[in-house]
């Protein structure tokens, strides 16, 4: 079992910066692929960055690329989510979520475990 609790989240001007963390339980945390997804009202939830369980391997959505980050410490048990040149768009609860394998997933129904989300809000 994992439980997931994400922090960071906040109010931001566009351009800016916000770091989020998750924060993860479990011994087996260093053994799974790791993923930040977030959902803007009205919208599906989508997964914006992925990282495998050594933090080896990451991919990332278009929308995101070259502007976000994701990362790991295993020994904090512990993935990140940095954030720059924030836009409107990226408005949205972040959710961080848990897969049970240790190889990148990009299928949102393959992630096990899910946090209760932080919100992000980007103001223009």
């Given at each position: 079992?994992?439980q997931?609790?994400?922090?960071?989240?906040?109010?931001v001007?566009?351009g800016g910066?916000?770091?989020?963390s998750?924060?993860?339980?479990?011994?087996?945390?260093?053994?799974?692929?790791?993923?930040?997804?977030?959902q803007?009202p009205?919208?599906?939830?989508e997964?914006?960055?992925?990282?495998?369980w050594?933090?080896?391997?990451?991919?990332?959505?278009?929308?995101?690329?070259?502007r976000?980050?994701?990362?790991r410490?295993?020994?904090?048990?512990?993935?990140?989510?940095?954030?720059?040149?924030?836009?409107?768009?990226?408005?949205?609860v972040?959710?961080?979520?848990?897969?049970?394998v240790?190889?990148?997933?990009i299928?949102?129904?393959?992630?096990r475990?899910?946090?209760?989300g932080?919100?992000?809000?980007?103001?223009?």
């Open positions: 079992q994992v997931l609790v994400e922090s960071g989240g906040g109010l001007q566009a910066s916000l770091r989020l998750c924060a993860a339980s479990g011994r087996t945390f260093s053994s799974y692929a790791m993923g930040w997804f977030r803007a009205g919208k599906e939830r997964l914006v960055a992925a990282i495998s050594s933090g080896a391997s990451t991919s990332y959505s278009d929308s995101v690329k070259g976000f980050t994701i990362s410490d295993n020994a904090k048990n512990t993935v990140y989510l940095q954030m720059n040149s924030l836009k409107p768009e990226d408005t949205a972040y959710y961080c979520a848990a897969t049970s240790a190889y990148i997933v299928i949102t129904s393959q992630y475990y899910w946090g209760q932080t919100q992000v809000t980007v103001a223009s």
